[in-house]
């Protein structure tokens, strides 16, 4: 059974960071993508940025682009992938959900949360808010 719980969500103030953690228990092999999505009230889930656990491979949205920074852990046991969110706007207020598959991140798909790409496995998300 696949696990992700995500944390370090907050508030902060625009100009401000945070970082955010998913824990992926479960995957016992093999490279998996992870990806960050978030949604705000009364509007659809987005994708932030994805990575492959594999290659390191990463994609961002347009809109978190030399913003926002995604990693993993560099010990794969440990399963967990990173969002370094940099110079927040308060546009940036959501709630942000970690998503995971075992295949490789699909180029046209990973970050598109009405496409073809179904993650499979979904956290329960953190609360980011950035007041202006």
């Known amino acids: 059974q696949v696990l992700l719980v995500e944390s370090g969500g907050g508030s902060v103030q625009a100009g401000g960071s945070l970082r955010l953690f998913c824990a992926a228990s479960?995957?016992?092999?093999?490279?998996?993508?992870m990806a960050w999505f978030r949604q705000a009230p009364g509007k659809e889930r987005e994708g932030v940025a994805a990575?492959?656990?594999?290659?390191?491979?990463?994609?961002?949205a347009d809109s978190v682009q030399g913003r926002f920074t995604i990693s993993q852990d560099k010990d794969n046991a440990k399963r967990t992938a990173y969002l370094e969110m940099n110079s927040l706007k308060p546009e940036d207020t959501a709630m942000y959900y970690c998503?995971?598959?075992?295949?490789?991140?699909?180029?046209?798909?990973?970050?598109?949360?009405?496409?073809?790409?179904?993650?499979?496995?979904w956290g329960q998300g953190t609360q980011v808010t950035v007041s202006s």
């Open positions: 990575i492959y656990t594999h290659d390191d491979t990463t994609y961002y």
């Open positions: 998503a995971a598959d075992h295949t490789p991140c699909p180029l046209t798909g990973a970050l598109n949360y009405g496409g073809w790409y179904k993650y499979k496995h």
């Open positions: 479960g995957y016992t092999y093999g490279g998996y993508c």
